[in-house]
């Protein structure tokens, strides 16, 4: 098995190598010079700013004043009513090394800021609170905007995506972009796809919706989009694909769908990046990604099923171990395991390991048979020991031999304590009402003498 494991990993890499040089020599068609290749989704380094020239007089160059800063998180996606709020916060910490003014503003009047203003001492941080709220009479529909934060030298960007629904939605929606379509090389023909699954809320059963969906940028603009009219019960799963036109710059754009039905409206939307042609991109062909992914699957499988057998030899070592040395419940706890994957094991490799279970299986049943028989047997005879013990101590109370029962009493706590807790809780009653028998008598004989 393990040589076949080899040969299957050999086989896999020798394919991946294989489509790595067909697509640096040969991509459409056209031979490619391997240092135009474009990495995905990482942008040029950013340049560092130059240092202050020393003045006149050479006293030496002064420190750099650095005034970066971070805030997070860089995107905020809320989803709201008519006439609703919710409550977000951003974090700005100052990563310079000097006192940095730090102002904030909004192009989307649906968003309030805590602070608009401040200044941060080095590695000092604030955190805005961003109420974002949307009135009655607002147009349910996907609203984008942005907070930019600025100090002396840098802006960054905090993008704010709004879903706004109707104050009485009659539906939910949600909008998901598989993985796969998460980034995507800009090439003619090119497609985004998104699960879109919409729920009914209603009391109607049957319902005939209109379905809007479209690919929009984040600076609001519709770059495609389609419409349709759908029946709904209460549940109705789709999935839908738009053809990015060949004029989409690279950058993040959303695709968001939009259910309405008479007033009520309900939005969702999930984002994607639109990237660079490279030379990954072109290596990970749908058809060639899809015999990795299925070669790789393969191997899983294979790695699972060697793993089961291993485990399941593994464990009857330990198990006959276990036997060997009279461990028996240690034996019966591995046994439960071991039946668990041995039922995940497929029907030629149970056949080949069921001897070696039904082994130890035996051996656990004559085994265990053996300690309850031997348990039974101690307890019968600690139950008649202290039956013995009992019957002496009520004697010697009706005889008034008080001292006699008291050492009997003694002797009966002495075996007690040594009992397993199973004969304990069974006796327990009987033994406590001797103690009080003797209790009582000790204190009347007591009480007597006193006289």
Known sequence: MKKRLKKLLVIFFIIVIFYLSLSLFNINGRSVNSQSSVLIGVGA????????????????????KLRTFTVSPELIKVGIKQGGTITKFITIKNTGNVISHFTLDTDMKRIL???????????????????ISAASDDNPDLYLGKIIVKNEDFTKIVRIILELSSKKALFDIQTTIPLLYKIIPKNENTSVNANILIKNLGDIYLLDVNLYYAIKDFDGNIITSKEETLAIKDLLSLYKTLLIPYYAKEGEYLFYSKVNYENSTAISSDSFKIVKSSILFNVFTIPVFSILIILII????????????????????????????????????????????????????????????KKVYNRIKIMDNKRKKLILKNKTEAVSTISELLKKIEKDIKNKRIDLAIRNYTKLEDYYKNMKDSIKLYMYPKIKDAFNKIEIKSLKREIRNNR
């Open 298 to 357: 393969i191997l899983l499988i294979i790695k699972y099923i060697y793993n089961l057998k291993f485990k399941v030899k593994h464990l009857l070592k330990k198990i006959e171990y276990n036997l060997n040395n009279n461990e028996i419940d240690k034996a019966i706890k591995l046994y439960k395991r071991l039946e668990r994957f041995f039922n995940k094991m497929n029907s030629i490799d149970k056949i080949k390991v069921y001897p070696g279970i």
């Open 45 to 64: 380094p950013p340049v560092p700013p130059t240092p202050p020239a020393a003045g006149p007089g050479g006293g030496g160059a002064g420190i750099e």
């Open 113 to 131: 800021l805590s602070e608009t203003e401040f200044s941060l001492n080095p590695k000092e941080e604030k955190i805005i609170t961003v109420d």
